[in-house]
């Protein structure tokens, strides 16, 4: 079966064109070994997982356990990524459980092959970050019966529907100091050309409840984007004598070399997708757990949306027609109508942020937003104008007797910028994003006219109902400015 699904492949030691492919070591292990039976899991664990929260990211966090237990927190993480992204590399770095070396692995004798069939290795550029740099090698002991990439591989591959391309590492040092070496040859690739996925999984076998609790604190110390901090907070948490505890992380070293690298820029957001634990699945026990987190990287100053937002009448009508038209065919269950039709114009196109409001005469009964999109405009408000109608958990789903009476609000907004006085802020012209490690939240511009607020007061509600991080808590925060092109059907 093995042999028909690899595409001629005929032993461990080589191929029929001489390159020595990477056999999988953990199909029907740690996931099905058999393509049907792949691709009815991954259908199945995709179905439950979480939805996307914003534009493409930078990079992921994803755990490598078995299917049954990690499953869903990974396909929340790949979820995150557009299906039709085009990537010239992704950037595959998982930590060796069984090799140790001063130095990390990268694999570069062939392509890696699973049961869903072959995944290209960029080889060449595999060579040459092993040439160019002395920690970098290939290691035969450090990936041939390692998991924690290999297990990615079909998430990527049922996911994607794009050909891609893969740079497999294996981190193998455990050396602080050389794998900020490792990191720095990596910096310049961290971009929204490439993707970069972290393969970690993060306590184990402490019980349930200490689970949660050593794994948030994790998180918000990656959250942080320092090295530093995330390196203090493992050794502080393995040192409490945690009942159980082996490790917090057991990839610390992949995720140390990405926030090695995501330090070093200054636009990184770091967002929370899922968190579950062994505990939660069907199989697990509560008594001795392994956490897992699915937590994606972003950048808030992507070239792609660096643009002036300006839209013709004819485009904002447009928008409005295909708010209402998807809303329409999810709320009645009918096929939506096609409003777009080629060629499309400049300001449909745009990449840009965008917030979709809903109302029930004037009142609000929705509104969602994504501030990063690798998405059309067109294509992003049809996506989220269904979420903010229908998945907007602080109201009422929009019910078919109600459309009669339903208004639509788009606010397109222009690219974040990180201010250092609050007296940059105009109440009523800017939106405010306030981040405080992985906490976050913002309120439009309209929100400041609406209540007349002045800008202490605009920053004291946003703090304490949006981010939750109490009244002043602004005044430890990050602060963030946008501006928005606000229109509804009333007004076109």
Not at 31 to 40: D, I, M, S, V
Not at 392 to 407: C, G, K, N, V, Y
Not at 445 to 450: F, G, N, S
Request: aromatic share 10%; net charge negative; with cysteine.
């Amino acid at each position: 079966m093995l042999n028909r699904i690899f595409h001629g492949k005929r032993d461990s030691s080589g191929s029929d064109d001489g390159r020595n492919d990477r056999q999988p070591c953990v199909a029907g292990q740690f996931y099905p070994g058999t393509e049907e039976q792949l691709r009815a899991n991954l259908k199945s664990l995709f179905a439950g997982a979480a939805g996307r929260k914003r534009g493409n990211p930078l990079a992921i966090v994803a755990p490598h356990a078995g299917y049954v237990f990690s499953g869903q927190v990974a396909a929340s993480a790949y979820n995150q990524i557009d299906r039709d992204a085009e990537f010239e590399r992704i950037f595959m770095i998982g930590s060796s459980h069984r090799d140790y070396f001063e130095g990390a692995s990268v694999y570069n004798q062939g392509d890696y092959l699973t049961p869903l069939g072959r995944v290209e290795v960029d080889t060449r550029f595999a060579n040459e970050l092993i040439n160019g740099n002395e920690f970098f090698t290939y290691r035969p002991e450090a990936d041939l019966k390692e998991h924690s990439l290999e297990v990615q591989l079909p998430f990527l591959q049922y996911h994607l529907r794009k050909h891609f391309r893969i740079v497999p590492i294996i981190i193998a040092t455990q050396n602080p100091e050389l794998i900020e070496k490792i990191a720095a040859a990596l910096t310049t690739y961290l971009n929204p050309k490439n993707l970069f996925v972290i393969s970690s999984d993060f306590s184990h076998y402490p019980n349930y409840e200490n689970a949660i609790a050593v794994d948030e604190k994790t998180a918000l110390s990656i959250g942080s984007n320092s090295p530093e901090k995330f390196l203090k907070t493992i050794r502080e948490t393995e040192r409490q004598n945690v009942p159980g505890l082996a490790t917090a992380i057991c990839g610390w070293t992949s995720v140390l070399t990405l926030l090695n690298i995501s330090s070093k820029k200054d636009d990184i957001e770091i967002v929370p997708i899922n968190y579950k634990n062994s505990g939660d699945a069907y199989y697990g026990e509560k008594d001795r757990v392994v956490g897992y987190w699915a937590i994606a990287f972003y950048s808030n100053n992507q070239d792609s949306i660096h643009q002036e937002v300006v839209l013709t009448d004819e485009e904002k009508q447009q928008l409005i027609s295909i708010a209402r038209n998807s809303i329409m065919a999810k709320i009645c269950k009918t096929d939506s109508e096609k409003i777009v039709h080629e060629p499309v114009s400049k300001g449909l196109k745009l990449n840009a942020g965008l917030f979709v409001s809903v109302y029930v005469e004037d009142d609000l009964r929705g509104c969602i937003g994504r501030f990063n999109t690798a998405d059309p405009l067109w294509k992003t408000v049809e996506e989220l104008a269904v979420s903010a109608a229908t998945e907007d958990s602080r109201f009422r789903a929009i019910r078919p007797d109600e459309l009669d009476s339903l208004s639509v609000e788009l606010s397109v907004l222009t690219p974040m910028r990180k201010i250092s006085s609050i007296d940059e802020i105009e109440p009523g012209r800017h939106g405010i994003y306030l981040k405080k490690g992985m906490i976050s939240g913002t309120f439009l511009p309209q929100v400041a006219l609406k209540y007349n607020w002045t800008t202490e007061e605009l920053l004291g509600h946003c703090a304490r109902e949006k981010a939750r991080i109490g009244w002043d808590g602004w005044k430890s925060a990050e602060i963030f400015v946008y501006e928005a092109l606000i229109f509804g059907d009333k007004e076109v």
